[in-house]
């Protein structure tokens, strides 16, 4: 049997029959020629009017956030945009253009990051010219959408280039061009010719959308709910269209099959990523948005209750003072409906939205946290006392000033990192033992989507390898399943300790057992790695790494690492190893490993990295093995 065929057999057993056969279906239809006959490169003529209201009420918000939002879109109107929540860079609405349909384009070019290319054309840019003409009426901000959706519709006609190639991206963007036609109304230059022109460019973009649904189906992700969702709001918007019907009832209906399936009863979500789950709260909040504008009927309960308990998820792992959360999983940056003067990484505005939708009361009582609840016409519930929920899969002890959350996952759909028995720690908002984030996806090596590794996550590994099996960029097989088998609370109702182990290392006679436990001040983290079985063991090589803040180091008597820090310090101290080394930005700072090119580093946000300091732990010989790591915050 060969290696692809023994890949194949993995994939179909853990993916599934349906994905793949999806799967299939898509590139038969691409390979013979239907989809570039069902998506043709033609405008659409008089689709008629919106069947929404103009958005006539903006929300009311304090003079800094309109300040900081004018700052942000005069950057826009000098063609400058903030991608990914990271520093100007050129707005460029060519980018991707080509005269070829998007079927025979290749996919995802490694010579460039197609990311780069597509995230421009979300429209992101767009809703903060928006806020700026709602906040100060100023017909500019308005008059600078509309020539730049004119720049942008006119260089990618319909289908043509690779603004087309996802339907997720092309989902994207029609819901966000939907959400500016409606509060932009008002403006001098929202004429109907313009608006006109948006119309039929929605109805591009669903026609778009709906043959290669199948596609989305095989991936059963975040994919899959922003086209349904697409679909249902090219539907509700455009109900003149021949087509709106359809639109609106696949949506509804995919929208819902893809949440009951996605989310789990506890609230996690199927792509196992913190950034990714918020995506998916942002486009359900829209489309309950559109849902309850036009009076559409009520979410089934069963899809409401895991709306609820994703809402309860994500709130669970989101830091009260600072709304930032640990870097969990696949973090591409995507923030679809930016409507907010907090940062892209506060998490609360969209976690106050989502608990007014689905738990329907509030949780931030601090006003610059509600004006996306307030665009998307979330009235504040009657104030409520809030405890802070726990996340089952990334288990959460919080002492004082401290929170420590650790990683214990049972996968049901492919996972998007090997990261099982990861440790975040946070101290005082503060990310001391931090997830490495993701970086780039589509580059050649070694970016090529590496930082996805159990090598620069804050966990073990056996002899080099892997928790799981890597058969693609994104793809793992072979998936390593945790569980919490052991924990104990105070009388205060917080844990004190958590015990968890997985079976990624089974294969090689090892399970790897981790005792997260919280002490004063601190935290003490004791990995044991013991027999899975009674089979002829062999010696074993264990890394124990961790990821800290690039922040001023020293070593003591050889296991002690200190990092200062602008406010306080860190003292870790290592037992139970035989080495101890040092990396920082793929160079090796202390010991003799040989750093690869991808370790030492943190990525906040996509296509961002920035040194860190990555402490490998090393010890060899028979099982079991006990390392035990403490954590002691100073000053």
């Given at each position: ?30 390979r ?7 998506t ?36 826009i109107c ?11 860079v ?17 996919r ?50 319909p ?28 403006a001098?230059?929202?004429t109907?010719e313009?608006r ?6 929605v ?8 043959p ?5 189906r ?16 090219a ?6 269209h ?6 609106r ?27 990714y ?5 942002q ?22 209750e895991?709306l ?17 959360v ?14 907010t003067?907090a940062?892209q ?28 609840s ?50 975040d ?9 931090r ?24 966990t ?21 399943q945790a ?39 601190g935290w ?12 002829e ?12 803040p ?7 008597s050889g ?7 602008p ?12 080495q101890?080394?040092?990396v ?10 040989a ?18 300091l ?22």
């Open positions: 049997m060969t290696k692809i065929n023994y890949k194949l057999i993995k994939a179909l057993r853990q993916l599934g029959f349906t994905k793949l056969w999806c799967f299939a279906r898509y590139q038969v239809g691409l013979s020629g239907h989809y570039r006959r069902a043709p490169s033609r405008r659409e003529g008089d689709v008629g009017i919106p069947g929404l209201a103009p958005l006539e009420h903006f929300p009311q918000v304090s003079q800094e956030e309109i300040n900081s939002t004018l700052i942000v879109a005069d950057e000098r063609g400058r945009v903030r991608l990914f929540g990271g520093e100007p050129p707005l460029i609405l060519e980018a991707g253009a080509s005269g070829e349909h998007w079927t025979v384009l290749e995802t070019p490694l010579k460039e990051d197609i990311k780069l290319i597509w995230e421009p054309a979300r429209f992101g840019w767009g809703i903060t010219l928006v806020r700026a003409f709602a906040f100060s009426d100023d017909p500019n901000y308005a008059q600078a959408f509309w020539d730049k959706m004119h720049a942008f519709l006119n260089a990618h006609p289908n043509t280039g690779r603004q087309w190639q996802s339907a997720q991206e092309v989902a994207m963007r029609l819901m966000t061009l939907v959400f500016c036609d409606r509060a932009l109304t008002k001098p230059s929202s109907r313009n006109q022109a948006l119309w039929s460019a109805a591009e973009h669903a026609s778009r959308i709906l290669t649904l199948v596609y989305a095989a991936q059963n992700n975040n994919h899959l709910l922003a086209e349904a969702a697409g679909l249902f709001t539907g509700i918007y455009l109900p003149a021949a087509q709106a019907g359809k639109w009832q696949l949506g509804w209906e995919w929208l819902n099959r893809g949440l009951q399936q996605q989310i789990t009863e506890f609230g996690s979500y199927v792509q196992h990523s913190t950034n789950h918020r995506l998916m709260l486009i359900v909040l829209f489309a309950d948005h559109l849902r309850r504008a036009t009076g559409h009927i009520d979410w089934p309960k069963a899809t409401f895991r609820a308990a994703a809402t309860r998820w994500l709130w669970a792992l989101t830091d009260p003072e600072t709304g930032w640990p870097n969990l999983g696949a973090n591409d940056g995507a923030y679809l409906f930016p409507l003067a940062p990484e506060d998490f609360r505005p969209v976690v106050e939205a989502a608990a007014r939708a689905f738990l329907g009361s509030g949780i931030y009582h601090q006003p610059e946290l509600h004006e996306m307030d665009w998307f016409d979330l009235a504040l519930p009657a104030a409520t006392e809030q405890i802070q929920p726990q996340a089952i899969d990334m288990v959460r002890i919080a002492s004082g000033q401290g929170r420590a959350f650790l990683r214990a996952a049972r996968f049901t759909d492919r996972p998007s990192h090997a990261d099982q028995l990861h440790v720690l946070w101290w005082r908002g503060v990310n001391i033992a997830d490495p984030g993701t970086f780039h996806y589509n580059t050649p090596a070694p970016w090529d989507n590496a930082l996805q590794s159990s090598k620069v996550h804050n073990i590994t056996i002899d080099g390898q892997e928790q799981m099996t890597l058969a693609g960029r994104f793809l793992w097989l072979d998936w390593a569980d919490v088998s052991g924990y104990e609370a105070g009388e205060d109702h917080r844990l004190k300790w958590v015990l968890a182990e997985h079976d990624g290392y089974r294969r090689l006679g090892a399970i790897h057992q981790r005792k997260l436990s919280r002490i004063e001040d003490l983290v004791v990995d044991n790695i013991l027999k899975s079985s009674d089979l063991q062999q010696p074993h090589t264990v890394n124990l790494t961790w990821l800290l690039d922040w001023d180091w020293t070593f003591e296991e002690i690492l200190r990092v200062k820090g406010e306080f310090s860190v003292r870790l101290q290592i037992t139970g190893v035989d101890v080394n040092l920082r930005g793929g160079e090796t700072l202390v010991g003799t490993i750093a690869q090119p991808s370790w030492g580093w943190y990525s906040p946000t996509y296509a961002e990295k920035t040194p860190a990555l402490l490998i732990a090393v010890r060899s010989g028979w099982l079991p093995m006990r390392l035990t790591s403490t954590w002691q915050m100073m000053g």
